[in-house]
């Protein structure tokens, strides 16, 4: 009934905008303030001669009018009001400082007519006021400048929060804590807001009948998607620093199976001053419904690997790369290097660690890998002590059609990097590898595997010749969300653009992780290596690429086949349905970290692998794709070719 109420009032008020404008009204200058509470005074004088008129006997004669002395205790208050400036808030924007201005303005009202009374009693003994009506007026003055400024107050939240209710999202708030509550509280007072909160979803049950901040409790009783569409919400707001991760993900697909829109609030204690409460509530991301733990990192190990050392990133502009740029500088190195021959994004990430890192000793170079001559000048000059090689090209269908450039890059470029690193004594040389590498079916997995194969038969080598300075690490995992050329934008862009999305098999499975995970593990693989091991790392559950597209698809707000269709487009060349992350011959041993494991993987002898690389190379340069990808078949026998012109070759092998 009385939200009814408030709707009329402020759809008369809606109807007469022209003349009055809640949200153009000027500011009430400060004399119209004093004035206004200065009617107060006497209303709140009038109103306390009543009250005391009505409590003397009925035979004696009293007015309800103010006297001349009476008059002085509202004289006094005025003052007062000079005194602590309480005519100096906007009534709209009242706050609790502005009630403590009001209180000490009444209480020094009171004392100060109470002294004059008795003061005035002593000389003449005759009394000036009557010390009960000093009371009532006291508290009666107080309540109706305090109710005064609530109600000015409410009124305005009340029309304004009307005004934009068109464009409020209806939400639950998950979880009743500390952090849910600062979160509603925060998004109720704020104006224009984007959210309306309607009440708290309780996952425990324990207050039940109960409210916060005068919304109800909500038990959960059901799903939740069944629980916002019976309060008419649009969207749920998770605010529950205390949830587990398989519980979030199972709230977040419920909701995005009925097309609720979910959103992450932030902790009240990572809130940006500066910005919007409503602009840091941010929508569930693709990545926030991996069905994998957190990783967590060994701060102390890292520490010790980086801190104060001149560091090396090849591939430093890329999106693997710039992550570890990004990560190994909170770790203060004495000198961080990043190598890329791609000179915008070097540009770039060169941009970005002057923005976020001021103090930091760091030397953008345009450099190629495959260059022998100019990796070993870098090295000369420089002589890093840890070595990140994430430079690599990665696309599979672009290496099917070049595989002389996969040799190149992959192959040649690595083995420069691998061989400057020993002969310039560095510490420590990681090699960022890929799942494609298992079992290849392209020719970018196989230049990566003969990579590995390099990598691994140098440590062999210098480890029977006592050069054991340099300890070569391996890193493999598999797809990145969000790298360049990935799935996930092209899906985003496809939505974008009205879709379809387009998807190569219907059946087609990946592992994924994120770009910082995947280079937190890289960095601690690197850490943790003593030389020779081949990490690999815990992605999680494998994800079928049709689900993928369909969550991503109710993330943007849409629904799949009705809004943005999916559309099945035939494997790429060289791509196969599923990764491995190790072939049927390897076994793994676990290290500290659960998420990190060592592959048991077999070691060539350097000189043959020497050798064949470069009789790989010298047919990268003059030789026929078909050489060139029978000679990388030689050194990878279990490289078979799928849905590729290659296939052929398969054959000749066997």
């Known amino acids: 009934m009385l939200r009814k109420l408030k709707q009329a009032v402020f759809q008369v008020l809606e109807s ?67 005194f602590f400036r309480t005519y ?60 005064f400024r609530i109600l000015v107050k409410h009124v305005f939240e009340e029309y304004l929060s009307y005004q934009y209710e068109e464009d409020q999202i209806n939400v639950l708030v998950y979880g009743t804590g500390e952090n849910a509550i600062a979160i509603a509280s925060a998004l109720k ?22 409210e916060i901040l005068g919304l109800p409790i909500v038990q959960l009783h059901r799903k939740v998607a069944v629980t916002l569409r019976a309060y008419g919400a649009q969207a749920l707001i998770i605010a529950d620093n205390k949830i587990t991760k398989e519980a979030s993900i ?77 990560q190994v500088a909170n770790y203060n190195p004495k000198k961080l290097l990043i190598l890329d021959n791609a000179e915008t994004p070097l540009y770039r990430i060169q941009h970005e660690i002057n923005q976020n890192f001021p103090n930091l000793d760091f030397e953008a170079i345009i450099s190629d890998v495959r260059n022998r001559e100019v990796i070993d000048e870098v090295f000369s000059k420089h002589r890093p002590n840890v070595v990140y090689h994430a430079a690599a090209y990665k696309h599979v269908p672009l290496m099917e059609k070049h595989p002389s450039q996969a040799v190149f890059a992959n192959v040649v470029g690595s083995k420069n990097v691998a061989d400057m690193s020993s002969k310039y004594e560095a510490e420590k040389f990681v ?25 691994q038969a140098l440590q062999s080598k210098l480890k029977k010749e006592n050069k054991t300075t340099t300890q070569f690490v391996t890193t493999r995992f598999g797809n990145v969300l969000g790298s360049n050329g990935s799935v996930v934008p092209l899906f985003k862009k ?34 943790m290596g003593n030389g020779g091991e081949v990490f690999i790392f815990d992605m999680g559950e494998a994800v079928k690429i049709i689900d993928l597209a369909k969550k991503i698809i109710r993330l943007a707000g849409f629904v799949p086949y009705k ?69 990388m078949k030689d050194i990878v026998p279990e490289f078979l070719s799928m849905n590729s012109d290659f296939e052929r070759l398969d054959k000749k092998i066997v």
């Not at 392209?442 to 390099?454: F, H, L, T």
């Open 431 to 455: 090699m960022v590898s890929t799942d494609k590498a298992v079992n290849p079916s392209n020719v970018m997995g196989a230049s990566k595997r003969i990579a590995e194969i390099y990598v």
């Open 563 to 631: 809004d943005i269709d999916i559309k099945v487009i035939g494997l790429r060349p060289g791509e196969k349905l599923y990764e491995e992350l190790l072939n049927d011959k390897s076994e793994t041993l676990p290290t500290y970290n659960e998420k990190i494991m060592i592959a048991k993987i077999e070691c060539y002898d350097y000189a043959t692998i020497n050798k064949l690389i470069t009789d790989l190379t010298a047919s990268a340069k003059d030789g026929s794709k078909n050489e060139i990808v029978l000679k």
């Open 189 to 210: 007072s704020e104006k224009p807001s984007r959210y309306k909160v309607l009440g708290f979803i309780d996952r425990e049950g324990k207050n039940k009948s109960k």
């Open 494 to 527: 496809q939505i974008e653009e009205g879709g379809p999305l387009t998807i190569t098999h219907p059946d087609i499975i990946r592992y994924f992780m994120t770009i910082p995970e995947a280079c937190q593990l890289v960095i601690e693989a690197g850490a």
């Open 88 to 147: 100096a808030g906007l009534i709209r924007h009242s706050t609790f400082i502005d009630a403590v201005k009001l209180f000490l303005a009444s209480a020094t009202t009171l004392v100060t007519t109470l002294a004059i009374h008795y003061v005035f009693f002593l000389f003449t003994e005759e009394s000036i006021f009557l010390v009960p009506e000093i009371l009532v007026y006291a508290i009666v003055s107080f309540c109706g400048l305090f109710l």
């Open 16 to 82: 007469s905008r022209k003349k009055i404008d809640f949200k153009n009204i000027n500011y009430l200058p400060r004399w119209a303030i004093l004035c206004f509470d200065s009617v107060i005074l006497l209303t709140a004088l009038v109103v306390t001669k009543i009250i005391i008129g009505n409590l003397k006997s009925g035979n004696v004669y009293f007015s309800y009018l103010p006297t001349g002395q009476e008059l002085i205790v509202v004289l006094v208050n005025i003052l007062f009001f000079i």
């Open 250 to 326: 199972a709230i977040i697909d419920n909701c995005l199976e009925y097309n609720f829109k979910v959103f992450r609030a932030p902790l009240i204690s990572d809130i940006e001053n500066n910005k919007s409460l409503s602009n840091q509530i941010e929508k569930i991301q693709i990545e926030d419904i991996l069905e994998r733990d957190p990783i967590k990192l060994d701060n102390k190990l890292v520490a010790k690997e980086i801190y104060n050392k001149c560091i090396l990133v090849t591939g430093g502009a890329g999106s693997i790369g710039s992550e570890i740029v990004r």
